[in-house]
């Protein structure tokens, strides 16, 4: 895992080899204040006019390609003060688009200067805490497909998946019990059955997307596995059905900026300083114990001071953070899981080989369930869809669940132990090494399989 570095912007030249790939029609805006139940995050957006947004891409000698506006970026200022900020937008020529007021950064969008030049002039600014591209997702880039929505019975017998946690060892209901898990991962379908008894509320309030939230398969699916409290093959299909579930969305569409995600991670960090989450009906609900899985990664490596900086606040406030090692199969940076803190997890199939596209490395903490992929069949991971049906997925997206669940479950068994000591029983009493089934992946695929006490 790496080490947080504290730079002023991405380490990539954006003022060389950058062409026009797209440009997207924004409309107009009123100016608004978007403020979260109990001030746990804050966005101020002012009124901005109609115009082309140039969306650009970088490619690197390697081929790597990067998306990022042009015309914004990310800036956190020491003196987060709305005097401060001000005089920062009139000296750089700057108009504010969100601010968030936890992590003490935001999107701005630049009226005059280029990029490099603004990135220029605040990297020699004490002022200046860091700024960055607004580095978008382009998940147009990523064509692997990790979910299916065809339908599919419910098994009888009891799941290969299951089995390879060692659930039969002793499980209850009650697992996860007195522990919320957060999913930071594209909207849930909310109305499933199996996850209305872990939910916190019906709506999808925290949402820390521009558009619209729509309940989508990936996000549902890694829910199932953690919560699901459908029944198969004698057992509920969530492996940590007592859990509490807080499902916090972001947008994955190409155009959406990763700062947002790490908005979600902050609010997330606030929470459990603060103890509770306020809903917006006024209701609070007690977080103690948070597991916060995130099955995403950040295009092409890159490893971005609003993320990163996010993330060191969630393992500080004392957070197990659970973080899907990625699908190219390759040993290489893959961010957030490389973040120091994050419980970074490939992913293995039924007979405890490296699923075909897991990434492995050092930096593997444990390998999970995964499946073989595509064509999706009894030997991938079974799981809810945003449909309301089941159907079979694959990936170290829903590897990493796998692993939530039973942190969680050993956590809810010792409720007096903090984030450091459940790591720790987890690494020295509930591993076991999968290098003998894959002796071309010796030692990298961490501790192997994390299973139920």
Not at 326 to 352: E, L, M, R, W
Not at 372 to 386: H, V
Not at 430 to 453: Q, T
Request: hydrophobic share 40%; charged share 20%; glycine share 8%.
């Amino acid at each position: 895992m790496n080490t947080h570095r504290l730079r002023k912007h991405a380490g990539r030249n954006f003022s060389a080899s950058t062409r026009l790939l797209m440009l997207i029609a924004e409309p107009v805006q009123a100016p608004r204040v978007i403020v979260d139940p109990d001030t746990q995050s804050e966005f101020e957006v002012e009124a901005i006019p109609a115009r082309q947004i140039e969306v650009f891409t970088h490619v690197d000698s390697s081929g790597v390609q990067v998306n990022f506006r042009h015309s914004e970026v990310i800036m956190a200022s020491r003196d987060s003060s709305s005097t401060a900020l001000a005089i920062l937008c009139i000296e750089y020529k700057l108009t504010q688009m969100w601010f968030d007021r936890i992590g003490k950064f935001g999107l701005f969008r630049i009226l005059e200067d280029d990029l490099p030049t603004v990135l220029k002039k605040m990297e020699d600014d004490d002022r200046v805490l860091f700024a960055e591209p607004n580095i978008l997702d382009g998940g147009e880039l990523n064509t692997y497909q990790d979910t299916e929505s065809e339908g599919q019975p419910i098994p009888t017998a009891p799941l290969w998946n299951h089995q390879t946690v060692c659930r039969q060892n002793g499980w209850s209901v009650d697992d996860g019990g007195g522990v919320v898990i957060a999913i930071v991962d594209t909207p849930v379908f909310l109305a499933h059955p199996g996850l209305k008894q872990a939910l916190f509320t019906q709506t999808n309030e925290f949402h820390f997307g521009s558009t619209v939230p729509e309940p989508q398969n990936h996000g549902t699916s890694v829910a199932s596995i953690l919560v699901d409290s459908t029944s198969v093959g004698g057992a509920p299909l969530g492996l940590a059905p007592g859990a509490k579930l807080l499902p916090v969305s972001i947008d994955t569409t190409s155009d959406s900026s990763y700062a947002r995600r790490a908005v979600a991670i902050n609010f997330l960090a606030r929470a459990l300083q603060d103890q509770y989450v306020g809903l917006r009906s006024g209701e609070r609900f007690p977080i103690r114990r948070l597991v916060v899985n995130c099955s995403w990664q950040l295009q092409a490596n890159q490893d971005l001071t609003s993320v990163s900086m996010a993330f060191d606040s969630l393992n500080r406030a004392g957070a197990v953070c659970v973080c899907s090692a990625g699908n190219t199969n390759q040993d290489g940076s893959h961010y957030p899981s490389d973040y120091a803190g994050c419980i970074s997890i490939a992913g293995v199939t039924k007979d405890k080989t490296k699923s075909p596209t897991s990434n492995f490395g050092k930096r593997i903490d444990f390998a999970l369930p995964g499946g073989n992929g595509s064509p999706y069949d009894l030997n991938d991971i079974f799981a809810a869809q945003a449909n309301g049906a089941f159907d079979y997925v694959s990936g170290t997206s829903f590897a990493a669940p796998h692993a939530g669940a039973v942190l969680a479950t050993i956590w809810s068994r010792n409720r007096g132990m903090m984030r450091d000591e459940i790591l720790r029983v987890a690494r020295e009493a509930c591993s076991e090494s999968v290098d003998k089934e894959n002796p071309d992946f010796a030692e990298k695929l961490g501790r192997g399989i994390l299973h139920f006490p």
